[in-house]
Each structure stands twice: as structure tokens, then as C-alpha cells.
């Protein structure tokens, strides 16, 4: 797949949290004509319950989940990873903005607690810019241009990355990091992401503070997209495992599960995550260091083969989240209304049926690809670009 086009200038940039309610509400009218609105819309939408239902008792705390989030016209997905480099051209016109904090100026306008946190925060180096101080992974730059990347007049035009930064210099987090964790997550939350993506795993079970911190995102009505890890397991790692993170594992072209990707009864949806064409950064990394750092690195970066250029292919978990996040991201800037159970509802209906017929350990309630999901809301039809 081509990955990165051609990219073309917004001609309105839309993250002014000032703007006026007119001004927003002409924007949604011209954006909501370029989405098909789907006929069963008004229907009541069930909440997306247990996993398996057979097996796994309702858990309340997704009904939380059925009230949409209060949000502005742009759709932001909270990049909580290695750090994103901004200024790579995929990232253009696609950066969320804090309005309300002055860039520069030493001074915590908005009175968030971070210092000039233009466009996320950096947690592991408590700073307000990725490219500066310890060196950045690759990883977040090629996960967050999964989420951005695609044509312009199409949902995907109103979607904003935030990035804030919480794995280290080798794509790494230790047990004496969740506190961290969980002051990312609470950043991404209270300033108004409604997704967040998280493309790392852990191998020991987190804190009481890291899935609290998890289930109140989701009941605050943010989506939490996960991976399922790439041990090869027969079980999905935390945090993914929780129910109020949606489980993703990597199939290839194919639609079959890549080999490397875990798997299990908690896993909800599967994406493409087989030599997956993402950004490089061009600024602030060193792949001579990220290579001499990888031995140690977790999740694994189990390709990283490229031509040198603006681009790399990759594989793992990692960059099948993303896509479902980019979908997530997608269905919400065609229906603002929707609850977050309503845009699991619609991605459950467009996901495509992979391996064992129905819901399976491999790939959940089937593969979200993004281009699906985008034909889908523009009325193309299902699987109009899906060849199974
Ligand atoms: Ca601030
Ligand atoms: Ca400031
Ligand atoms: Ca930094």
C-alpha cells in the first residue's frame, strides 16, 4: 500500500478551541455532507459488551461509554508512544494544537500543569518537544503517520495527533515508569483527545493505577486502541487485555495472522500489520543508536528494512493498532453524535470476517482496514477495496 501521498494543504485549520460556534457549526455542516450518513443511524445502538459474551460477564463500566464525548470539529488521537517527529510532511495540517497555550513564553497559560505544551507533552523527558533532550525511537513517528495518512477531503481530513511521548530512547518503559503512564493518559484525556492509541505492551501486570487510569479514560467516553503484543502467545498482554482497551493483532495482506502477533479470546479486532509502508523521522534520531539499542527494546521493531527515504516498512502489532485507530478516528468525524460504543458498533458491522467464521481468538470480530471504513462512510459500499 502507498502510504504516504502527495500532501496537500488544508486551506482552514481547525483546532481553535476559540472559534466561533457559527464558523464551527458551517465547518461540520460542509464536513457531515462529505460522509454517507448510514440509514440506521438512529437505531439504538448497543453498547459493545464482553469480548466473548459466552464466556465473560458484562462489565459495567462500558456503559459509560454510550455518552459521546463533549469534543470540538477536529477528531484528536492521543499518540501516547516514543515521540513523534511533527515536522515530517505526513504530520501537516494533522497536528493537534493547544489553543489555549502560548507557545514560548515560559508560562503555563492554559493552566494544565505542563509548561507551553503547544503540541503534547513529552513524559519522559518532562518537556514540551520530542526532538529535544533523550533521542527519540522510531517507533511513534511511523505509528502516528498510520493515523494521519490518507487523502484529503475525506474524514481523515479533521484528524490531529498529540503527541505525547512516554517510551524511552529504546522504545522501552520500566515497572518504575506507570506512575508516568498514568499522568500520559490523564494528560491525553483531560486535554481532549478521543482516542488514544497505545502501541506498547508490558510483560508484568500493571499497577491498580494503570488500568484505573485506563477505565476512566473509557468512561469518560475516550477510545483506547492496544496491541496485542508480538510474543506469539496464545494470550493478549496488558494493557490490551483490559476490557476498556480494544485488543488489536497483526494479520498480513492476506488476512491471516502475522506470526509473530499474540492472540486469544481478549482480542477484539485485527489490522495490517505486515511490512507496513509508515514515516521515518528526519529529525532528532540516530538509527545508528537505534540499532545499537534495539537488543533491548519492548515491543520489538521486527523490521525495520527501508530506502533511506522519508519512509520504512514495518511490521508488528504496533502498526495494526493504529489502523483501527485511524478508522475509530475516521467513523467519528462522520458522526459526531456517535458514543464510543456506537463507532465499536460500526467498526464491529465493517470489520471483514477473517478465519474461523464469526468472533475468533486470531483476529476478534474481524480486520478493520481503514480504506473499508473510509468507503463505507462515503458511501461507497463495504469491502469496495478489499479483495478478501
Ligand atoms: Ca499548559
Ligand atoms: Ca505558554
Ligand atoms: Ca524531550
Known sequence: MTMLRPLLRRGLHLSLKGMSLLLSAAILVSLVSSCHHQSNQQQSLQPYGPKLPSLQPYVP???????????????????????????????????????????????????????????????????????????????????????????????????RVMDVRFLDSGNSFHRSD??????????????????????MFSNGKPPGIAEKALMKAAMSGVIVVGIAGNMEYGQVMYPAIYKSVIAVSATADDFTLVKSSNYGSDVDFAALGEDVEVARPINSWSETYELEVQSSSEPPMLSSAHDGGMTRRVSGTSFAAPQVSRAAAMIIACHPEFSPSDVIRFLREHAIDAGPQGNDIYTGYGVIDPVAIESALLGGGVGANVSP
Open 61 to 159: 463500566h462500558y456503559e459509560a461509554s454510550t455518552q459521546p464525548r463533549q469534543r470540538g470539529t477536529d477528531v484528536v488521537v492521543a499518540v501516547i508512544d516514543s515521540g513523534i517527529d511533527l515536522s515530517h510532511p505526513v504530520f501537516e495540517g494533522h497536528v493537534w494544537t493547544n489553543a489555549d497555550e502560548i507557545p514560548g513564553n515560559g508560562i503555563d497559560d492554559d493552566h494544565n500543569g505542563y509548561i507551553d505544551d503547544v503540541h503534547g507533552w513529552d513524559f519522559r523527558d518532562m518537556d514540551n518537544n520530542s526532538l529535544v533532550g533523550t533521542p527519540m525511537h522510531s517507533h511513534g513517528t511511523g505509528v502516528a503517520s498510520i493515523i494521519v495518512a490518507g487523502n484529503v477531503q475525506t474524514p481523515s481530513d479533521t484528524i
Open 178 to 199: 506507570w506512575p508516568r503512564f498514568v499522568d500520559a493518559v490523564e494528560y491525553a484525556v483531560a486535554n481532549g483527545a478521543d482516542i488514544i492509541n497505545l502501541s
